[in-house]
């Protein structure tokens, strides 16, 4: 690698370390989304507000089909708004007058179901984000992006396919993708949704990691309670669809956390808690027999 | 693959070593002697054969009389001197062979060269597709033969309007199964590449491109499958070398040794045209022949 | 109280039921895809009629008939029974062929695909010959059958025969063996797998395969009615109708064979799809 390449990388990561609590602020509000397919009209999302500090690790909750991934997919500009405003560090990504926010590198999501490009090897994702954008040659962008494989765990499987490793692997790849770009905010829609439970709690721990030391802004959607209390700082609970904030949990739990969190007192009320608030929620869901919005 | 699996998980102490590729393939091949498998193919085709023989050589049944079995068959095929004049010895029997397959790579290369750029086009902008989709879609229920006078018409000599009809044929599978592949492509991965600020131009080369190949290289199997087809249709309407002539001239010359083998030799020489395409897309495919050979596949 | 989402419902229904004119017309697809074709036979007019206006004949589309012509030349045709009948002869070939590979064919791909031995013994012979294109075995029909019509039908199975064995078979083995199990833990026999879980499975296959071979089949029936010269019985069919029209010297006659050609062949896949539609409820009704 050149000096030069050398300097601009210790350049990026004096940034992550001394921008980074300063941004990533999130401001939802009062957004309200309609679907329209065939001259039907779904009301997804209903006058939903939420303010995201920066830095802050934040979780949405709620039951399936409720909206929670058309705000996530609002945020990254994938779908328009109807109405309403969404702030990203006081400056505007969408509303009225530019219904879709634009997609960029600032907010950087993370899919369901993995969207690391198969027919490039782990380091080539990783590296893809610094070469389009123009930041790293293609020869520095790999250099570093097997750099940061390593520092996740993942140095031996660079060289590897998507469809070579296990979906863990996969999963924590795409999150290195996305954070060689130092992203504002990360955007994470059910990323271990598809796991089990052991599977799971390494992910749970190697996210706490890359959080404790970047500082990310993040956003994450999820179903399980106990990841969310477990990881989050704050917890967002929204209501059937259409979605309304219904409540929101402060998580007091001191970090760097670890598995001894799950048995913790503390940890388990607030479970309680939030699972009253849910509770009610999935179940007018189930009645209403709704099929998930993608 | 199971060895495999063991070999990188069994750590330091581990004295299993991956089995290389040539005693894979001998483990392989074992394996699948063991099965009742090849043997019953073995008497699938024996039984065929032995069949095709009794039919039409032994028991001279009305209408296999007609037809040479295969001891005939073989028996010129082989021969240095044969009596039809098509054998593997003879020279005009290779020049047959190579003028059908120039034609066919020349068809496939143009059809390949047109098709997928045009398919590639229209799967990335919607407002091309409109308005060419239409177009291709109201002509391709017309047969390709159907062409034959028309191309005949358009195009002076012999080559030119077999060559066409080939080309047609393939461009139509070629265009449909490129623009295919790139519909089929999921949504996530634009949105991924939207997320780390691409520009368009490099959703093109690195998101679609990539992610339409499977359905290309199907897509050019079944292409160069549907040259051959036309292309012996047109050497048979008018023709004056290749394998479909020959098929034709033996009938109209009525014999039937060299008859069969044409069709014989067709359909070798299209099986293995079309195994070369599959095989050019394994190596363009890595990353897809990897992670199906984990599934043991 | 009555979330928004609930009182949307009724009037979502209603909306629904506009009707399928409407939205045909509303769409931008439709009036790009009417420029699109209108602009091409407009340039192939002008490009046809080349010699007479410009004097100067574009190559390739300069020899061709012009579409004026072509509308003229069909609108007389439409009032002759000797095109009628090519309709129906050609048909006639196709319904045959077609039928019959399926009657066969069907049932060895299920064969093939649900029984080991079976498949060991006879996809070796199958595989070898179905890379040889259906028309290399029309002169061997020819000296095998004793018509000329049977000759036609036998070459039109062939070609539908292979492509509905292939799909069939490629089908079947795709089913998800959970299905399998799952009605095997509820009880049911090799019977009943087979009725109520192969068979359903592997319809869609079927009715892709039926798609593919009835286009084949039309290309096979044309060169044929084109090689052989029209068959004994009657009219010659479509295939003749165009080749009769080019020996003859009537070029727009050609044209026009090949778009009622293009017609039927449309025709007849679309009636396989909705056939298909119609069988398989399940694929469509969200």
Known sequence: ?294 | MNNHAIATTAGADSKLAAPTRLSLTWYRLKKKLRTPTPYLMVLGLTLWMVTWWLFSEVWKLPRFEKMPGPVVLLKDWLASEPFYGISFFTEIYYEHIWISTRRILIAFAIATGLGVPLGLFMGWSKKFKDYAFPILETLRPIPILAWVPLAILMFKGFEAPVIFLATLASLYVTTLNTLLGVESIDESYFRAAGCLGSKPRHVFFHIVVPGALPFIFTGLQISVGVAWFSLVAAEMVSGDYGLGYLIMQSYVNSVTVPLVIGMVTLGFVGWFTSALVRRAGNLMMQWRVRALALEGR | MVSVGEISRPIAVARSRRSFLRRVLGRQEFWRGLLAIIVFLVLWEIGSRSKEWFGYTLPYVGLLPPPSDVAVAWSDVLMKWGYWESWYQSFRRVLTGFIAAQIIGIPFGLMLAVNRYFRDIFFPPFEVLRPIPPLAWVPASLIFWPTNEMSIAFVTFLGAFFTIVINVLGGARTIDVRYLRAAQSMGASQWDLFWRIVLPGTLPSIFTGAAVGMGITWEVVVAAEMISGGGTQGGGGLGFFIWNSYIGGSLPQIVVGMISIGIAGYLSSTVIRMIGHRAMPWRHLF
């Open chain 1, 1 to 294: 690698m050149t000096q030069q390449a050398a300097a601009k990388m210790q350049d990026m990561s004096a940034q992550v370390h001394t921008a980074r609590t300063t941004k990533g602020a999130l401001s939802i509000r009062n957004v309200t989304k309609i679907y329209d397919p065939e001259g039907v009209n779904i009301l997804a999302v209903d006058s939903c507000s939420m303010e995201v500090a920066p830095g802050e690790f934040c979780m949405i909750v709620g039951p399936s089909g409720c909206g929670k991934t058309t705000l996530l997919n609002a945020i990254a500009g994938f779908h328009s708004i109807t109405s309403g405003e969404i702030f990203l560090d006081r400056k505007l990504l969408c509303g009225p007058g530019k219904p879709t926010a634009a997609q960029g590198a600032d907010r950087i999501v993370v899919f369901q179901n993995g969207a690391l490009f198969p027919w490039k090897t782990l380091a080539q994702n990783v590296a893809y984000g610094p070469m389009v954008q123009g930041v790293l040659s293609k020869r520095d962008a790999l250099d570093k992006a097997h750099e940061m494989l390593a520092e996740a765990g993942l140095g031996e499987f660079g060289g590897k396919y998507p469809g070579e490793v296990s979906s863990g692997m996969a999963r924590r790849a795409e999150i290195v993708r996305a954070l060689i770009n130092n992203p504002k905010v990360l955007l994470l829609d059910e990323p271990y949704r598809a796991m089990d439970g052991l599977t799971k709690s390494i992910m749970h721990e190697a996210l706490l990691e890359v959080y404790d030391r970047t500082k990310v802004t993040i956003f994450f959607i999820t179903h399980d309670l106990e990841e969310a209390i477990f990881l989050g700082d704050r917890v967002y609970v929204l209501t059937t669809r259409p979605c309304r904030l219904k409540k929101v949990v402060n998580v007091d739990i001191p970090r760097p956390r670890n598995y001894e969190v799950l048995s913790s007192e503390q940890f388990r009320l607030l479970v309680e808690e939030t699972n009253d608030a849910v509770h009610e929620e999935a179940i007018k869901a189930f009645r209403l027999g709704e099929r998930e919005l993608a």
